[in-house]
Structures are given as C-alpha cells and as structure tokens.
C-alpha cells in the first residue's frame, strides 16, 4: 500500500496514501488494535453534524473565512452523505474523552476541505484540523454532546418501535377480551382474569416506560457544547454557544438548547445515566413479559398451553414437529445484553473526575447500541411473535373453570376456614368447587351458576 508521510508534535508517520484521516489518526490506529468494533455510526454522524454547525456559526460570527467555511461545511455534508465512504477507523477502546474519535473527524474534515479547494490530502493548507474545523471547541465539549446528540436520534427508532409494541399488544387485549382463564399468582391458581386484562396489563407497562423514555430524553436536550475544555468557553468567540444551540437544532431537527451550567454539562454524565437507566427498566419489563409469553406458551400438552404462537421456524435439530417461542428468547438475550451495557455506563459515569469524564467513548460504545438494539428487535418482536399471538379458548376456559380457587367468590358468605377448606378438598378429590358445594349443600345450584360463573368474577365493579 502506498504511503505518504505526515508530521505532528511527535514526529513523523506513515499514512495510508488514499486515507483521508491524518498522522494522529493513524497514531490512534497503531495504539489501540483491540478489538476491531468501531464506535456506532451515530456518534460520528453528531459529531460531523457539531463540526457543520460550527463551521457556520464560526464564519457568522466573523470568526472564520467563508471560502474556509463553505469548504468545511461541504465537506460535512458529503460525509454525512456517505460519500467518503467508512473515514472513521479509530478502535472503540481508545483515547480517554474520546479525543482519538475527534481528531479522525477533524483530520477527515480538513483532508476533504482542502481537496475541495484544490489541495492535498495530508498537506492541512489552508484548512486545518485545529485551527480551523476545530476552531471553538475542545473534546471535552464536542464528544458528550455528540453523544447527547447521538441518544436522541436512537431514540426516536425505539419510541416508534415500542409505540407500536403497545398498539399490537392493545390489538391483541381487545382481541382476547372475552377469554375467562384462571389468573396465576406464586406460579399457583388465583382468581379468574380475563386473557384480555393480562395482556392489556403488558401494554399499559410498556407505555409507562415510552413516557420515561420521552422524559430522559428531554435532558438531553440541554447541550455543554461551548464549553470549550473546562467549561469557560476558552477560545469560543461572543454569541458562539447561543448560535450553536440554535445551529445544531435546525440541523438536527431536536429542540436544544444550551447548558444552564458549562462546567456540570462537561463534569457530569447524569442526563445519559438517566437514559441508560431507562433502558434498563424497559429490558427488564419485557424480560418479564417475554417470560409470561413463554410460560403461557408452553406446551402444547405438557405446559400450559394458553397461548399459541406463530411458528416461524423448527424449534430443534433432534425432535422433529417441535415449535420453540424464539422470538420471546431472542428479545430476553437482547434485554440481557442492555442490562450489562446499563452497567457499564454506571461504571463510566461514576468515574469522572474533576473537570472531565474521560470514559465518553465506552458509555458511547455501551448506551448507543443498547437503543438501537431495543428498538430492532421489538420490531422483529411485534411483527413476528404478537400480530401472530391465538389462544386456546377451549384450555382456557377449562383452567378458568377447574381452578379451585373460584371459592374466594364464596369465603364471604362461608367463611374463610370453611373456604380454605373447601378448596382443599376440591384438589384432593379431583373435583371442581362448583360440584362440592352444591353437593354439600353449601348453595344451590342455581346460586352456583350465578355465584361461581367465571366472567362476572373478572368484573367486580359489575357484581356490586
């Protein structure tokens, strides 16, 4: 591969001819071989985003030549375009703060900014990386608000996707309102519940969490950049943070605005914890309503069976006919996996110090694909598993039925021991409660049909 030579503060390097990163770069590159992931595409699209604001805000402030900014900007655009290609190389262990990842968008900023105006790649004349794409800003601010940025974009994916996980589960509620089944509480027989209340109850959850993730995502919004490389604003010219704001709003289409506190924005990481801690409770509430759709499906004559679910593949290499709920398992490992990246983004924001959080590029490689993963694999979910969602009718109404626990309908009127004990014998015998207490002369049969009709028991607001 051909090379050209290029020089910094330490010295000279070899730089692949065609790259269109630089010396510090390739210095990144050499490094930090360790582990091949690259930091996600959202985060470079918010930082390439920062730079074409900046090189406006820049240039209508006076601070920047127009030529050099229209230069700048284009070069922006043709990146966030794709038309460079994959520029950004950097490992996603890397550099502290993230400045690694900086310096690849300055230098393949200012490498196509100059081919723009007729220069060379490597040669940083007359635009440079420093002076001039990066004029106005310090890693410190740049990089936690490109991942601000960056969680706000995913999120707007995983809002849509979990909307509409709660639209099908509604679907299916209303679908399978008229279904009387035992309700299950410690795993044992409970008091009867229609199938439609208990998936209705999935949906209200899910939607809870929608709002906790539009409330997160809110805090976002507040933006350090400006703060330039402790929060004084070193170096920002008059009226930059105000038109940043602005700038970054209309390119992003985000309502930002600017920190009420430069020095908190860079110091503390908390509005991304909360998003992380968000997520967090999105995946364990889906765990538990993945493992509900497992437990309901099981079967089909050994388990409980109440639910039938799309068959979207062979469940086995062995058993031949055997159907397994993968889609309810694959968004639990996916939930699995937000768990342990919430974690780390615990770990990362707890590990500030001072003026700066330097763990910006893992709680990046931790939180961004933790959205992005959500929002794929509910869709796949919703699509694959719960538009397809039956009920076995028949099994249903048969455990609604048998359960001995329809006698809490009679404790008040026999007492509870006597209740207690009724339900007992009704396991023991084989028998419903239905037939022993009309047996025993308990109630007549006709105030068993009325007393111990499951779905009137669903409804006690009706009853009374």
């Not at 060379?120 to 004029?135: Q, S």
């Not at 709660?166 to 679907?171: D, E, G, H, T």
């Not at 109440?306 to 062979?314: D, K, T, W």
Request: net charge negative.
């Amino acid at each position: 591969m051909a090379h050209r030579i290029e020089k910094d503060a330490l010295g000279e390097l070899a730089v692949p001819h065609d790259a269109y990163h630089g010396v510090q770069t390739e210095r990144a590159v050499q490094n930090f071989p360790i582990s091949g992931m690259r930091l996600p595409g959202a985060l470079n699209v918010a930082l390439v985003q920062i730079k074409l604001a900046a090189a406006r805000v820049n240039q209508s402030l006076g601070a920047l030549d127009g030529k050099l900014a229209s230069a700048i900007v284009q070069a922006c655009e043709e990146v966030l375009a794709g038309k460079l290609g994959e520029p950004f190389v950097v490992d996603a262990f890397q550099a502290g703060a993230g400045t690694s990842q900086h310096i690849n968008v300055n230098e393949v900023l200012a490498n196509r900014a100059n081919e723009l105006l007729g220069g060379k790649r490597g040669e940083y004349r007359p635009v440079h990386p420093n002076d001039h794409v990066n004029l106005g800003q310090s890693t410190n601010d740049v990089v936690p608000t490109a991942v601000r940025l960056a969680a706000l974009a995913e999120a707007g994916p995983l809002d849509s996707a979990l909307g509409a996980l709660v639209v099908a589960l509604r679907a299916r509620a209303k679908d399978f309102d008229g279904i009387v089944k035992s309700g299950r509480t410690h795993l044992a027989d409970a008091a009867p519940i229609r199938f439609g209340q208990e998936i209705g109850a999935w949906a209200s959850a899910l939607a809870g969490h929608r709002t906790r993730l539009a409330r997160a995502c809110e805090g976002l919004t507040a933006l350090g950049i400006g703060g330039s490389a402790v929060g004084t604003g070193l170096n920002c010219p008059p009226g930059y943070r105000v038109g940043m704001a602005k700038e970054l709003s209309t390119i992003t289409g985000f309502k930002l605005r600017g920190a009420d506190d430069y020095f908190e924005a860079m110091q503390s990481a908390a509005p991304i914890v909360e998003l992380s801690s968000v997520l967090r409770g999105l995946a364990l509430e889906l765990i538990r309503i993945c493992n509900d759709v497992r437990l309901l499906a099981s079967g089909p004559l050994t388990g409980l069976g109440e639910l039938l679910l799309p068959a979207v593949q062979p469940g086995s290499s062995i058993m031949p006919g055997k159907v397994n709920p993968v889609m309810a398992e694959m968004l639990t490992m996916v939930c699995f996996d937000v768990v342990g990246r919430d974690t780390t983004v615990a770990l990362a924001a707890q590990a500030g110090q001072l003026e700066l959080n330097v763990m910006m590029p893992v709680i990046a490689h931790a939180l961004l694909p933790a959205e992005r993963h959500l929002a794929t694999a509910i869709n796949a979910f919703t699509e694959r598993c719960i538009h397809g969602l039956e009920a076995d009718i028949e099994r249903c109404t048969h455990y609604a039925q048998q359960s001995p626990q329809l006698v809490t309908a009679l404790a008040p009127r026999l007492g509870y021991a006597r209740a207690a004990e009724l339900a007992k014998q009704a396991v023991a015998q084989h028998k419903t409660v239905k037939e022993l207490a009309v047996s025993q002369g308990l109630i007549t049969a006709q105030e068993a049909d009325r007393l111990l009709d499951p779905r009137p028991l669903t409804e006690p607001e009706v009853r009374e």
